[in-house]
């Protein structure tokens, strides 16, 4: 939970995994021992309804960072999940043509893909998982991907983690977060920022008409998807990935078919 009981304005808010000692004992709970990375046990809210959301929000809780995993397969990812992170000087026709080639590279390795905003200035491709793969295969299919597309667009990305030595007129392809206990912005979930924008999932249409545009900066463009206007948008044309066909997937094909195409 990303809260801030004293409001946004305040520099930092509270990043709380533990649940609080006060948690009605209606809301679920899940127990992660350290070896997750966490000194001691974690206890971690299960909010799967709207009452526990409501609660949740009542703390001041407005962004909401979920892992990759649910109860009770906590080792089993439901998803690979790209982050493409901006520049400060990146345009926004590159960060969607970025975005549209890693939906053209998986497409043709036979994978679906989909996209939503990061609620900031950049986006998340992500690749749903069948039930069936565990942490170290997921995070090896992020890695092959992610340099797949570093030499598709040499130009436009890099992998570069260190953020002094990044250029910052291309997009980071960040698949190191792929992993046990690693967390992602919610989709639909509120960013504590001007504006309250939303993280949004986009059809791919959306992003085909940003790589049309001149804007020198993303984070305007990431703005027009808010807390005022997405529940209508939902409502009167649905959930973008569901009207895309949301699809679990298998990876024996795929990376039989990679290792054919794009390994020549």
């Known amino acids: 939970m990303e809260r801030f009981p004293d409001g946004i304005a305040v520099a930092r808010g509270i990043w709380e995994k533990q649940r609080p000692r006060y948690t009605p004992d209606w809301i679920r709970r899940v127990t992660i021992p350290p070896s997750t990375g966490q000194p001691r046990d974690v206890t ?10 409501t609660w949740v929000a009542n703390l001041a809780a407005i962004t909401l960072h979920i892992w990759y995993s649910h109860v009770p397969t906590l080792d089993v990812p439901d998803v690979i999940l790209f982050d493409l992170d901006p520049g400060e000087r990146c345009p926004l026709a590159r960060l969607a043509r970025v975005a549209l080639a890693f939906r053209d590279e998986l497409a043709e ?10 609620g900031g200035m950049g986006m998340h491709v992500v690749v749903p998982l069948a039930p069936k793969y565990d942490y170290d295969v997921a995070k090896g299919v992020a890695e092959l991907v992610a340099h797949r597309l570093s030499r598709v667009l040499p130009d436009d990305t890099t992998l570069e983690r260190a953020i002094a030595r990044r250029p910052d007129d291309r997009v980071y392809l960040d698949w190191v977060q792929v992993g046990k206990g690693k967390t992602y912005v919610a989709p639909f979930s509120v960013r504590a920022r001007d504006g309250a924008p939303v993280s949004m999932p986009l059809g791919w249409d959306a992003v085909d008409a940003m790589r049309r545009k001149r804007s020198k900066e993303t984070t305007a463009e990431m703005k027009r998807w808010t807390i005022r206007n997405v529940p209508g948008l939902v409502a009167e044309h649905g959930d973008p990935w569901l009207a895309e066909g949301w699809k679990r997937q298998t990876l024996e094909s795929p990376l039989k078919r990679a290792r054919a195409v794009w390994e020549h």
């Open 44 to 53: 971690y809210l299960i909010v799967d309804d709207e009452a526990a959301l």
């Open 109 to 118: 390795i036979g994978l679906r893909a989909y996209v939503k905003t990061t």
